[in-house]
């Protein structure tokens, strides 16, 4: 055959073919993983794999298509230009509250998230996963974590205690905001609003990140939100700013409450939560509890124990307590109308009983004395019988040293025609010299 007639300066290599569009990308990743949802199993595991290979299709920069073959009509590539190639990067990697998506066993955790709040629908939950990621890196979540945005609402919003599984509570107390210097330092304009919304979500975040997200590990909260005093529908900027943050908690965090928790709830809240109830989901409406200023103590004790709600919601939990902690349980003992309750602690020789107590609402008599174990022996009284009030004090706190046998016997004396919840717990501790 013929020789062929080779050029120098046609000896480089052919132009590669142009990327194919983002949009043509999307479209791929989309129809995989509609494919992959007619596979879906009936506990979600399969759906879980379709979402993690539809992200590594997303973070991954599209591949350079193989090259062909040099034609014989051009020679090969110098040693030089194959040197000069640089490879491609590799895969980013995507991460959601400091968990990485893919190759991690908590990943499967946050998948099922977005697969529940979309009704397990593999197409949406992936949408959803996608507007996330997009959203954090826009809003700076990262950076987000180490700003310095003030102690001002530390009161609006905190974290304290546990429910009866387990879940961290939070508290939202809406009534600070009656304070007009601090509405004002919130919400008197777009930039204090915008700030207000960037502390909110960096608290949710930090919180978040506390959580486990160990398949058997405890990744939901608790929210209880204080409307006593809550500034009401009238206040234009606070509405906003508040539809403004639960948009993007509904959007960007799903699945993150495992019960929702309103307490002194006043009526114009109820006749509003009566007019949107229609439109929220069966799952939504199963997490919402709603109780009246009366009720209110009651309810969370349903949920949380005495010893874990705060002082001020009618339980024992108080910060810089050192007498007693979470860890020493309360008893709850409900009092009739017209009924007294005693409540016995016995006691050894050379003993120091101490003991706290307090009565949901009060408006009862309350007494202690000391019934030694000897016939011969004296009673003691130990507090005077009183009548407690609400406004008086919240929780006593008492103490009896003695030297001999015998018991310490509480009296409360409920005289009005509503029952009472009593709380109280105890410990002994051996007399010092």
Known sequence: PAAVEVKEEENTPPPPPPAEAPAAEVVVVETEVAEKAKAVDDDGAKTVEAIEESVVAVAAPPAEKEKEEPSAEVAPQSEETKEAQVPSPPP????????????????????????????????????????????????????LLDEDLGNELEKVVFMQG??????PVCYNVYGEFQNKELYQNTFADEEKRSKFLRWRIQFLEKSIRKLDFNPTGINTMVQVNDL???????????????????????????????????????????????MISPFLTQRTKSKFVFASPAKSAETLFKYIAPEQVPVQYGGLS????????????????????????????????????????????????????????????????????????????????????????????????????????????????????
Not at 162 to 167: A, L, P, Q, R, Y
């Open 92 to 143: 980013e990697e995507v991460s959601i509250w400091g968990i990485p998506l893919l190759a991690d066993e908590k990943s499967d955790v946050i998948l099922l998230k977005f697969l529940r709040a979309r009704d397990f629908k593999v197409k949406d939950a992936f949408a959803m996963i996608k507007n996330t990621v997009s959203w954090r890196k826009e809003f700076g979540i990262e950076t």
């Open 162 to 167: 546990f429910d009866k599984e387990g879940h």
């Open 228 to 274: 006593k005093n809550s500034p009401g529908p009238g206040k234009k900027e606070l509405r906003q700013a508040t539809n403004q943050a639960l948009n993007l908690l509904q959007d960007n965090y799903p699945e993150f409450v495992a019960k929702q928790v309103f307490i002194n709830v006043p009526w114009w809240y109820l006749a509003f939560n009566r």
């Open 318 to 433: 108080r910060e810089g307590e050192q007498e007693f902690s979470v860890a020493d349980a309360v008893t709850e003992v409900t009092i009739k109308p017209a009924a007294k309750h005693s409540v016995e602690f016995p006691i050894t020789e050379n003993c120091n009983l101490v003991w706290e107590l307090r009565v949901v609402g009060w408006e009862v008599n309350y007494g202690a004395e000391f019934v030694p174990t000897a016939e011969d022996g004296y009673t003691v009284i130990v507090s005077k019988t009183r009548k407690v009030s609400s406004v008086d004090e919240t929780v006593i706190s008492d103490s009896f040293k003695t030297g001999e046998p015998g018991k310490v016997v509480l009296t409360i004396d409920n005289q009005t025609s509503k029952k009472k919840k009593l709380l109280y717990r105890s410990k002994t501790k051996p007399c010092s010299d």
